[in-house]
């Protein structure tokens, strides 16, 4: 068989056996997609990694010194899924710090603990749960990482979701302050 026939032959053959030749390499299947609770998760948008949610039945006020409910500071858990490509990222990035990745098999997004200083426009990412596909914490950090909205760009996806939070506490806050209310009082 002449060179430009097994060229071609190879070329056919190089389609169909590429992508099951970057899955075993990778070693990665899809993962399972982790079922978020519509009435409880606020989706905001999807990117080409993640998918953003808040928890609007969680989000609530913080309470000052005294006990006193505080508008100012607004606490909400969030949750992001991941895509197949963000997890095999995290993945060969703790591979490559030469970090643990063995209890990560079925990572699937994070969720987040974000507290809203809405005087200062201010948030705090204050808690980051890597979650598996049933949203149970996998690993848990708490990086404290305080960022000003004001500084994030109209296009920035973490300016927007957090923007859409702030629309939504501006929609909700007399239920936002019951649902504080009846948890300060139910402890």
Known sequence: MNIAKRRKRFSRWIYVLAPLLA????????????KVPETIYQWV??????NYFFNK????????????????TLLVPVIKTYDDI??????????????????????AGEGNFLTFYLDRGVVVVNTVDLLDS???????????????????????????????ILDYEQEHREEIMARTEKADSSK
């Open 23 to 34: 899955l075993s390499i990778s070693g990665t299947a899809a993962a399972a997609e982790p």
């Open 45 to 50: 948008q999807s990117s080409e990694r993640m």
């Open 57 to 72: 039945e969680e989000m609530r006020y913080a309470k000052d010194e005294e006990g006193q409910i505080s508008s100012d």
């Open 86 to 107: 963000q997890i095999d990222d995290i993945l060969t990035k703790r591979r490559w710090r030469m970090e643990s990745t063995d209890e990560l098999s079925d990572l």
């Open 134 to 164: 049933k949203l149970s914490a996998l690993e848990h950090s708490e990086p404290e990482r305080e960022v000003v909205i004001e500084d994030l760009t109209e296009q920035s996806r973490e300016g927007i979701f957090y923007r859409a």
